[in-house]
């Protein structure tokens, strides 16, 4: 049996025309390989929030219970391995009077709340850092 490999699309395409390749025995067999970078492919300033955006976004809840984040600036970043947010929060709270509004080490997703100079300036360090030192690709900060 040669094994190939196919891209998503062509999966999809093999799985609507059913014609999966099946072993001896009917069987299928597919291995999904994910082989992450050393990047940070998200970095965004946001800048005053609304209430319902805090909410949605679980702000209010948890160790953030009856705090208010309206007003504030949010950051928005993601790094791949996920490991790497852990070193992108410890920075960003050093370099500024920011907050950490979540931090997911599974999926590499953090949240910085404060004010929207504080915020650009702590990211900015981060993707500098990363960038620099760790040498990680790290895409452009951008700010709506």
């Known amino acids: 049996?040669?094994?190939e490999r196919v891209t998503r699309e062509q999966l999809f395409e093999q799985v609507f025309r059913g014609d999966l390749p099946c072993g001896?025995?009917?069987e299928m067999r597919i291995?999904?390989?994910r082989v992450p970078g050393r990047e940070?492919?998200?970095a965004h300033v946001m800048g005053v929030s609304r209430r319902r955006v805090c909410e949605m976004l679980g702000l209010d809840i948890g160790v953030h219970e009856g705090e208010d984040?309206?007003?504030?600036?949010?950051g928005l970043m993601?790094?791949?391995?996920w490991e790497a947010v852990v070193v992108a929060a410890d920075m960003a709270v050093k370099c500024g009077s920011i907050e950490i509004g979540f931090m997911d080490r599974f999926n590499g997703s953090l949240i910085l709340t404060g004010g929207i100079a504080e915020v650009e300036s702590a990211e900015q360090e981060v993707l500098d850092y990363f960038g620099n030192v760790l040498g990680f690709?790290?895409?452009?900060?951008?700010?709506r």
């Open 24 to 26: 001896a025995n009917g």
């Open 40 to 42: 940070v492919d998200l």
């Open 137 to 143: 690709h790290v895409c452009q900060m951008t700010r």
């Open 31 to 33: 291995t999904r390989v």
């Open 1 to 3: 049996m040669v094994v």
């Open 69 to 74: 984040h309206t007003g504030e600036a949010l």
């Open 78 to 81: 993601r790094f791949t391995p």
